[in-house]
């Protein structure tokens, strides 16, 4: 049985988008070593790993019989397979990497793509990538009228340019380079389609080739999607009728207006903070399959018209398409990155997430936005007052230049030069029951707990300062 993993994805239809979870199949990679040779890098679901070790030297001719295997050792969590086997292995072998249908040359992701940054600018509309699968369909005659044969496409938006169909999904993909590369065809920036599942070879090929958007008419696997992260491609599966699902820089498909959103009020992001009880930026932390201030910028991009990010490190977030705005005081901790946004933004209110909160509630948010009229809305939780998760006006801007000058950093510390509504906890978790919202990372035990998903109720609540 496939094990699968749960993901943030964007699920586009003629109702709009909306950002959910859904569970992916997992690739896993077992780097093979043989007699102290390292063999291929096996790609594949991660159950009973033994068996295929033993299959896949049995099939390339290495053991005949269970006798010829020595010792075979598999260790899961490390990917990592060491075997001794009676004989000796071929000196001319080359390292190979094998997934799904068909085996591919050995994998290696071009450094120039490996940034997370689209490299392209090209962008297409739902419409056109449905009509290039339609009109795949339409070409692979083969696929439709016996099966087992997989087909793709490459365009630019306007229609088909390249097809091919082959009994091996990536050789699909092969013969299209191939013959992009003998008539002189640029694909940097296209768009590829796809009958079969998407895995890492197939993302890998198609990095190297600059194609921007990837989509397919069935799945993708969990290694596909982070890999899609890194080299910039935007990822689509099961586009199907209306519908499609988009798992990695959403960015790279044009968004209709929305109609949905709050009016009048900016959706904020801070991500100037040192991190110093976890070690590293938390903005940048991976979770499900994408990063924390990913996960986050989606989320408010779905209930804002403008989003902004206060960073001093803009070149970290190149690939988040909003506006990145610096500290006007530096450096001079969360109260200084509230200011910014409220001088930055275009509206006469705000609404702030830390970059360490990545469960935004839709739902809380929505709330919060509605109790017009105060200075600030601040919710009250079980753990207190959560100024990082609340709305502020541009009448504030004036005492937390006070505080600010004054050298004085902690949010609440301008609160009572202004009107302050307090949102009761009661009525908070009529909305939120578990907190989850609220919930910030700052350390590596909170982060490694939420990675192994354990309950609410078994983390250690962190001593939170009121904005400090």
Known sequence: MEQQKQFAIVQVDENGWRYQERPVVQEFPVRLTVNGRELATLIASAHQLNYLVAGFLRLQGFINQRDDLLSLGVCSEAGLAHIRIRGDIPERLQ????????????????????SGQRLSSARFSPAEVRRLMQELAAWADNYRSHGGIHSAAIGDGSGLLLAAEDIGRHNTLDRIAGEALLKGIDLQGKMLVTSGRVSTEMVAKAARLGIALIASRTSTT???????????????GYVRGGKMEVYSHPDGLQRPVSTGRIQGVTGVILAGG??????????????QGARFIDLIYRQLDTLFEEVLLVTNSPE?????????????YY??????????????????????????????????????????????????????????????????????????????????????????????????????SQGRAFLNINTPQEYFQLRGELPPQLRTPSAREQGG
């Open 331 to 432: 450096k001079q901790g969360a109260l200084a990155g509230i200011h910014s946004g409220l001088c930055h933004a275009r509206n006469e209110r705000i609404f702030v997430v830390a970059c360490d909160m990545p469960f935004v509630s839709t739902e809380v948010a929505r709330f919060l936005c509605t109790r017009a009229g105060a200075d600030v809305v601040i919710p009250n939780s079980e753990r207190g007052l959560e100024p990082l998760h609340a709305v502020y006006h541009k009448r504030s801007l004036h005492a937390m230049e006070e505080v600010l000058d004054e050298g004085r950093k902690r949010i609440v510390a301008f609160f009572p030069k202004v009107d302050v509504q307090i949102v009761p906890h009661g009525e908070m978790s009529d909305i939120d």
């Open 95 to 114: 390292p190979t990497l094998t997934s799904g249908c068909g085996t591919g040359i050995s994998f290696n992701l071009p450094t120039q793509l490996g």
């Open 316 to 328: 970290l977030y190149r690939e988040i398409p909003c506006r990145k705005v610096p500290d006007i």
């Open 274 to 287: 040192e991190s110093r009880r976890m070690g590293c930026d938390k903005s940048l932390l991976p979770f």
């Open 222 to 236: 969990d290694m596909a999607i982070r890999l899609s992260e890194e080299a910039g491609i935007t990822l689509i």
